[in-house]
Structure formats: structure tokens, C-alpha cells
């Protein structure tokens, strides 16, 4: 019986470790988007391989929304901006965008335009401190839910996105979020979601000032767009806060083409990655059209520059991860 | 023979261990700064210390000009700007301050006030891509000497203070540059000179814009000015970037008091050195007098909050590093 178990053991481990050897990327089907990122992956990390690039080298960008998690029916930053709203004093509503965000009123906060919304953002993410801010972002994480899924937002990442991070991290890789959404909003999840840490979370910003008071300093967000880290802001953003090319890049919009392109404009190989929205049973099924997420100039010049597209209804066996809902 | 040798090795490798053990600051005399370096380095590291501080929580953060490396006679980023004023087309110097700078008159460059100085670093520092910024630093420092001393400019980094960044990695730091220099100048000799990497040089810096030129795309520097980092914004520099508070940080002048005191603002344990330039005979001295690395406010309140301050006469048993020059 004792060697039965330990049979039965053994054989365990050896499969495991033999199936882990063999697939990095268990909710990725096998077809050429796998096949391409496996390829990559190893040519760069072969010493033998023409291709080799040095772990120092080895710098993977990602965009957040619509990359590594949803975006649809709203940005979920905005779904933070609302719900924030609608604990505000009623007496503090003063204008129509914040009445519509505070009244779950989608459609009339978004007819206040681009002012109504900076002006809903602005009410929950200025005139307090860093710190207090990560709070109520933390907070609403644990509240909140997902209109549609009913999972808390922080549970619609995708499953296959994550282990293309922990596959890049187990092969040398740093793994970076460049987002246009805001940098001290996303470095709240990113370690527990992502495994990334806040150093290496790069995204939008407003000013933020350092002021003492009564002998305890704090560092306060101002209504101030400090830097929009989106469309040929990404290439600079990766500059500033990395100082190296990346190798691997994954976006889903045109908001990410110029990450792509500065990625694969480099003298060594490197690796595009877009996620495409095609699924509409499991998730949402957009591109060309809409207000989140477009994508146009990425479908057309993308596949001749060689950039790989993820189809979300072919290329990935499940969406979110299993133990969430 | 064999087993003497064998014995001799033997002994060698003993004594290296036990002395890399005993002493990880070798260039430090003993006294009480080294003491209290160890001491905090040794209790944040101890899982069953009540100062434990877990790895990822282990940053530490250092100003450049004047705690890593020497900036007497001029900063020598200046002194970069100025060598390539000597490079430039007699009919491209249409200022006096460039005309002073390319005669190598640092008076005469000096007194055509801040504007001048920012025309001759505009001069060596925009209207060109990152890439081709690099180089020339790059270029600079192979052939540049130090007027004082006739060392490449990157020998004139603080022997003591590689020991303290090399401890501090040791121990499972991760250790960052906050400088008021400029980000993309540092950089370049960051990962030979301090073993620190791109990702980890936070500075003050320009506006890039990403341009695409006969399908090449490139980051161009202009000559406004993006970010100053500078007293309070240290600080802010360090949300941005690193979006943590360090738990040590070192600097040497006012500049760094914003940082330091930041960094002694937490809730946990917390260190703070200031490098005080008191060795004419083997560096410089100066402290609150002066252009370049003022301390009068550190010097003033520094002892009170707990600060700790290395004496360069005092403390550092040498100060540049042996194999050079
Ligand atoms: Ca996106
Ligand atoms: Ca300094």
C-alpha cells in the first residue's frame, strides 16, 4: 500500500512537472498565437540562439484595460468615479454630471462630455492625499461588483493574460502595466492581480504636491493632468520610468499602437501582442467602433508589421480565472 | 606541496568569508555612523526583529551630485554641456553665455545668470533623439577628465557610498537614484558606475515627444522642461516612480531634506544619511556657503530628527575608489 502511494505519488509529480514543462499557457489553445508567443519566448531566452537577449533585456509592456482585464460596459476607474458619487452629500452635487454620476445615470453623465467626466474624476481622485485615495480605492475593490458578471472587478482579469505574465516572469522577464488609466488607482490591485508591484506600474497621473502639515507630510492630488500616458504618450512614459526598449508588448487598442511600434522598432527581435475582442458569448465582441477600446489603424497595419493578435473566441479556452464568482 | 597549498587556499577563503562577513563597509572607518548603518540594515533583515521589514518593502533611495559622486568644481553635467559647447560650430554660438562656454570660461558662464546656463544645456541636451543623447554622454565620459584630480568623470564616484549601495543590495534592497541631474544623463553610466539600472535612475528631465521620421520612430528632446527633481519634488519623484516610501535615503544637500524627511515619515523603521563634505584635503569642503550643494536646513534639524551624518574626514577611510587613475 505504501509503495502503491508513493507510485501513485511519483507519477504525480512527474506528470505535473511534465505537463508544466510542456505548456506554459494551459488556457491558451494551441494554434499560431501560442505557438508564436512560445517561440518567442524561447528564442530570446536560448543562449544558443541567435536571437538571445540578456535578462537586463528582457522588458515586457502590457496595457490594463482591455489587456490584462475588462473595460466594457465602462472603464472600471469611471465605475470607481460613480460609486464614489453616489456617497457624496447630496448638498456637494452641484453641477449635472455629478447628479447623473451620483443617480447611476450613465447616459446623462456621459452627455455632460469630456468636462462632466474629468469633473466626476476630479471628485474622487483630487483634494485628498495619495494614501487616502489607495484607501477608498481599496475599499471600493472589496465592495464593488461587476454589472454584468457580478464578480468584483478585480476578479475580470484574464486568466491567460496572467499566465503570460508568470511565463515571462519565470523566463527573466520584468513584467510592466503602461496603462492610460491612473497610475496610483491601478497600483492598488497590481500586486495581488497581476503579481506586479508598484514600481512597475506605469500609467496616466495628475500633479500630486508635497506639503507638511502640522509636521506630517503627505503628498496631495491636484485636478492637474501631470502626464496622459496614451498613444505616443506610451513611448515616453516607458522612457521615463524605464530607460529601455521594451521586447514584448500586448495592447488592444490604437491607444497602444505607438508602444507597439517604439517595441518592435528596435534592432533585436521583439514580440507585438493585441488582444481582440471576439467573443461575444464569454465576454464582449468589439473593434472598430464605439468609445472604448477602438481599435482601426492596429487591425489594418498590424498584421503586416507581423504583430500577433490574440482572438479571444479562437485563441483562449477560458476568459476569467476559475476559483473567482 | 600540494596539501601546504591546499591548506593556503584553504585558509585564503576562510579569512576572505569571515572578513566579508565581519565587516560589509570596509572603506568605513569604525565609529558611531558605520555603527548605526549596520545596526538599522541588521534589524529591518531580522525575520525576529520588531523592525523586520519584509524584501519588497526594502528601498532605498540617493541623491547623485554629491552623495554618490563629487560635484566640485561644477556639476558635472555642466561640465558635459560646456565640452560640447567646445565642439560647436563657431557660427552656432549666438549667445555670450555659449561663447563663454565654449572659451571654457566658467566665470564669464556663470554671469550670464540661469537663463545663459539653461541656453548652453539646451544647446547639448535638445533637438535631438534620447538615443543619440546617450552616446555623446557616453562618448564624453570615455575622453572627459576631472580638472582636479585627472580622473574620468565616473571615477569620481565615493568608494565608501558603492560599498553602502552593494550592503544594502546584499541585503535584499533595491536601490534607486533620485537626483536632481538629468534622467537620461545618469543613466548612462548608472549600471557601471552603481550597479543600479535604468529603471531604478529617477531625475529631473525634459519633454520628450515621440516622432515618427521615414517610418522611424524616435524620441526627440525638446527644451521645455518636464519635471524638476528637486527638494519637494523628490518626493513626488518617488511616488511616480516607485509608488512606495523608501526606508532609507541619502543625500547631502537641502535639496534631499524634502526626501529624507519623506522617508522618515513612515510608520516603520526608517534611515536617513546625509554625507557631509568636510575633507579639503582629500575631496571638499563646504557645507553652507556656496553654489553647489548648500546644507544649512539638514545641519540645522537633521541632528533633531534623527539623521545620521557621515563625516568624509571622519568617517570614509578613503574616498574614491583604488584601481582608478
Ligand atoms: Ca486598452
Ligand atoms: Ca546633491
Redesign the interface.
Known sequence: MRFLLSLFVSFLVTTTASMSFADPLPSWNAGDTKSAIISFVESVTDPASDSYVTP?DRIAVFDNDGTLWAEQPIYFQIAFAVDQAKKMDPADLTSDALKAAAAGDVEGMLATGKSGLLEILAASHTGMS?TDFKASVEAWLKEARHPDTGRPYDQMIYQPMLELLRYLRDEGF?TYIVSGGG??FI?VLSPDAYGI???Q?VGS?LV???I?AEG??M?MKSPEL?FNDDK??K??AI??????RPIFAGGNSDGDF?ML??TT?GDGPAFALYVHHTDADREYAYDREGHIGVLNRGLDEGPERGWVFADMAKDWAVIFPAQAQ
Chains 1, 2 share one sequence.
Not at 239 to 244: A, F, R, S
Open positions: 537586463a495619495v520584468a497610475i496610483d497600483r508591484p508598484p514600481k506600474v497621473s500630486s504636491e508635497y507638511v506630517a507630510p503628498l501631470f505616443a504618450g513611448p515616453v522612457n521615463h520610468h524605464i530607460g529601455q505607438e511600434e517604439w522598432s
